[in-house]
Structures are given as structure tokens and as C-alpha cells.
């Protein structure tokens, strides 16, 4: 028998990626939570599932207790981590797999993605995360995140409150301003222009590469403008020639790096005055699925 809820559960699967990629810094995560969530919805006896007037709010919830419980166990598991952990990296809709993937699997672009943003989220405890996405992002009351983070709306409403604290709300450049320092860094990188990269680079800038002992990087972040311009010389001096490219990255202007037709790195950029104040390096080749695949 069809189930008649069938078409309101499947359209729902757009929101739960995006929600537990905000909430996980983790597409492969999220897709294992989205697909976790409907087993339990499959699971329910059938007339307890139609008795669920909202299937979505039902999902969400579930959804957000999974990614809950995967926060409370992420700190144990960045201890095993080989060097630095971020963010899985996604690229533009036009880049998904080749522009061919199911438009349900597409994390929506927006602030709320940037590397900025993801980096600031791993900071938070799972509580604050959760409590601040779920009201700031995708304007859930805190009735309902109650619900989901097992704690009072009240206390709710002040986890979001401290956690929107750690945001950064001075004006973010444009996406034309931010592809023009990125497009410069690039140059400078390609024409091995020292003078150039350090007038880029804020001097308190910092460089973090994330390889998960899969790939050769730095295991240390780089900090000092300077410093990192000096360390892209050199890299660029004894590394593989690799050819560069503009590509969207979590929904602003970064670059790749190809070599032997394959994309080896993803690079994003955090812009401030003109100048990039943080590099996030990507080379772990189990977050570059998305750019190697199709």
C-alpha cells in the first residue's frame, strides 16, 4: 500500500541535509544522518506513523538528535585526528557532480555555510550549535528546539544567545570584492610574486591545512602574513607543478588546485579590508569527493 505521507517525508530531505551540514561540518555525515532519520521513520509501526500530524517537525527532530548525540562524541574522535580538522568543503550547485546530482542532495549556499561560519560552529559546544542553528539559521522557535536539545526553552533561548556572541557581525565584503583578492592571490601565487602575497595577507593572518595524515601538508597552523607568503614560495618552489582555478567554495570565491587532472586541493579564503586574514587548505582526499566524482 502507497504510503499517503510518502510525498511530504521525501520532500523533507533538502531541509535535513542542510540542517546537519550546518550542524556536522560534514556532508558524508550528514547524508548518514539524513538517511539514519528515515530508518527510524520507516521503523515506526505504520498506524504510529500516521499519526504524526507534522512529518517534517518529526524528521527535524530526529535529525537534529542525531547530529546532537554525533557533536557530544566529534571532540573524542578530533583527538585521533591526524592534524587540524575542518569542515568538509562543497562547491558551487553548477560543480555538484558534474551539475548532475539530485538537487535534494544540494547544501543551499549561503552565509550560514562559509568556511568562516563553520569554523566559528566547531567552536561552540553541541548545545549552543544546535540551539543557534536551528533559531538563527532555520528560525525554528525555541519551543520546538526543546524538544530537540532535551533542555527548557529558556535555557535554549540563552545557549543561541551565547553562542550568536562568538559570531562576527562586522560587514562582510562583497562577492565581487572577495573574488578580486582571491583572483590576486592567485596571480601572485602562479607568478611566485613574494611582494605581492604580503600585501594581501593581514599581518595576523593565519593559514590551517587539513590532510588527515592523507596527504603531505602542514600539520601546524601558519600565522603571520608574511610567513604564510614565504611558505606558498616555498611550496610552490619544491611541490609539484599544479594549475589553479576560481572555484565557488561553500558559496564564495576560492581556488583548487588540479594536478594530473585531478583536484588535489581546495582553498578557502576569510577577507577582511582587502586582505585575507584566513586560508583554510583542504587536502584530505576523503572531503574532496564532491570535487573529483562525475
Known amino acids: 500500500m502507497t504510503d499517503p505521507q510518502l510525498s511530504a517525508v521525501i520532500s523533507e530531505r533538502r531541509q535535513l541535509i542542510n540542517l546537519a551540514y550546518r550542524l556536522l561540518g560534514s556532508l558524508t555525515e550528514a547524508e548518514d544522518v539524513v538517511q539514519e532519520t528515515y530508518a527510524r521513520w520507516y521503523a515506526l509501526p505504520e498506524p504510529r506513523r500516521q499519526e504524526v500530524v507534522a512529518p517534517g517537525a518529526w524528521l527535524t527532530t530526529v535529525a537534529g538528535r542525531i547530529c546532537l548525540d554525533l557533536l557530544g562524541s566529534a ?88 553562542a550568536r556572541r562568538r559570531i562576527d557581525t562586522s560587514r562582510s565584503p562583497s562577492a565581487g570584492e572577495r573574488s578580486e ?72 570565491p576560492g581556488l583548487v588546485a588540479e594536478l594530473g587532472g585531478s583536484i588535489v586541493s581546495v582553498y578557502a579564503f576569510d577577507i577582511a579590508d582587502q586582505r585575507i586574514t584566513r586560508i583554510w587548505v583542504i587536502r584530505n582526499p576523503e572531503k574532496l569527493r564532491l570535487w573529483t566524482a562525475g
Not at 194 to 201: G, K, S, Y
Open 75 to 162: 571532540r573524542k574522535r578530533r583527538e585521533q585526528y591526524v592534524g587540524e580538522w575542518i569542515p568538509e568543503p562543497v562547491p558551487g550547485h553548477s560543480e555538484w557532480f558534474g551539475g548532475s546530482a539530485d538537487p535534494a542532495d544540494r547544501v543551499t549556499l549561503d552565509e550560514s555555510i562559509s568556511m568562516a561560519f563553520l569554523v566559528v560552529l566547531d567552536s561552540m559546544t553541541p548545545a549552543e550549535r544546535v540551539a543557534f542553528v536551528l533559531h538563527d539559521v532555520f528560525r525554528y522557535s525555541f519551543a520546538e528546539i526543546a524538544d530537540i536539545v532535551g533542555r527548557t526553552p529558556a535555557a535554549c533561548r540563552q545557549l543561541a544567545s551565547s
Open 181 to 252: 583578492v582571491v583572483r590576486d592571490f592567485k596571480r601572485a601565487w602562479e607568478t611566485n610574486d613574494l611582494a605581492a602575497l604580503v600585501d594581501l595577507l593581514d599581518p595576523n593572518a593565519t593559514a590551517t591545512a587539513d590532510s588527515g595524515g592523507r596527504a603531505p601538508a602542514f600539520r601546524e597552523p601558519i600565522i603571520g602574513g608574511e610567513r604564510i607568503a614565504r611558505s606558498w614560495m616555498e611550496i610552490a618552489a619544491r611541490g609539484a607543478k599544479v594549475t589553479l582555478a576560481e572555484r565557488t567554495v561553500n558559496g564564495q
